[in-house]
């Protein structure tokens, strides 16, 4: 068994991929596998959070005792690794390689991995802290590269383009996730939280100074009867920018060739 403080002693190189698990003698709890036990902590991360998974409550949720894990995983960090490759495997690449050229499959890309954050709001601190090696992150890494290749771009130019659009992406749908766990813990929709939260900051007399040409932005966002037509909105025409940017850099590259 490997044990996390093991680990901790060479953490460039500390992943569950990377470990090489000795198979178990016997025969593991009956009924359970690997796969059960991922998808039990994913539903467990997507209601409660990173801080509230562990492996007692994780065997409690499965009805088994917290022994009984370890016959297919060594650590917590084991079954996080395991959940956040589970949920890489939600991309639609069948969607990604059907679209017509690369400006359509960064798009149908960033839209996969938006959508991925805001349904597991737990991935967003998750990332950085894996090496996030898996089999369905591998796959969706390697499609962002082929597509970015496809631009045209340099391939001293590819990854600044790729943290361009994906690191765009990480931070909305990191906030946009946020927004809406916080919403859910007060027990409003995100449309009235907002509204509220705008109101309250217009209302307030010490923001007066602060408030006073901000009115028309403030004005349009709290305009539209559906937040979430704002987050596609807004998503949708950033994106847009850094694609037509890509393409000023494609041409750039070109006239200085």
Same mark, same amino acid.
């Given at each position: ?5 093991? &680990? ?7 992943s569950?991929?990377?470990?090489k698990?000795a ?10 596998? &690997?796969d059960?036990?991922?998808a039990?902590?994913?539903?467990m991360?997507?209601?409660? /959070?990173?801080?509230?998974l562990s ?7 499965? /009805?088994?005792?917290?022994m009984?894990? *370890?016959?297919?995983v ?18 639609d690449l ?6 017509r050229?690369w400006?359509d499959r960064?798009r149908v890309?960033?839209r ?6 805001? &349904?597991?709001?737990w991935?967003s ?7 996030n090696?898996?089999?369905h992150a591998l ?6 590269h082929?597509t970015?290749a496809?631009t045209?771009l340099?391939?001293?130019r ?10 765009f992406? *990480? ?19 995100q449309?009235?939280?907002?509204v ?9 007399p ?6 006073? /040409?901000l009115?028309?932005i403030l ?6 009867g ?6 596609? &909105? ?6 847009d $920018?850094?694609?037509?940017g890509?393409? $000023? ?6 006239e200085?060739?």
């Amino acid at each position: 068994m490997v044990k996390a403080a093991d &680990r901790a002693k060479n953490p460039a190189r500390s992943s569950v991929w990377l470990e090489k698990r000795a198979t178990r003698s016997g025969g593991g709890p009956a009924g359970l596998d &690997r796969d059960r036990i991922v998808a039990a902590a994913v539903r467990m991360l997507d209601e409660e /959070g990173l801080a509230k998974l562990s492996m007692r409550k994780l065997a409690t949720e499965l /009805g088994v005792t917290a022994m009984s894990l *370890y016959w297919y995983v060594d650590t917590k960090d084991d079954i996080i690794e395991f959940a956040m490759d589970s949920v890489y495997g939600e991309f639609d690449l069948a969607a990604v390689d059907a679209a017509r050229d690369w400006r359509d499959r960064i798009r149908v890309l960033a839209r996969e991995y938006r959508k991925m954050l805001v &349904r597991h709001p737990w991935m967003s601190p998750s990332a950085g802290q894996y090496l996030n090696i898996g089999p369905h992150a591998l796959a969706a890494g390697r499609k962002i590269h082929e597509t970015v290749a496809e631009t045209g771009l340099s391939l001293e130019r590819r990854p600044s383009a790729m943290s361009a659009v994906f690191q765009f992406v *990480y931070g909305y749908g990191t906030i946009e996730s946020q927004f809406g766990r916080r919403a859910a813990e007060a027990g409003m929709s995100q449309d009235e939280f907002y509204v509220d939260s705008v109101n309250a900051f217009r209302d307030d007399p010490e923001f007066k100074d602060q408030v006073e /040409g901000l009115g028309e932005i403030l004005d349009e966002r709290t305009s539209h009867g559906n937040l979430g037509e704002i987050w596609d &909105r807004d998503f949708g025409y950033a994106l847009d $920018v850094l694609i037509a940017g890509i393409e $000023v850099m494609v041409a750039r590259e070109a006239e200085g060739a």
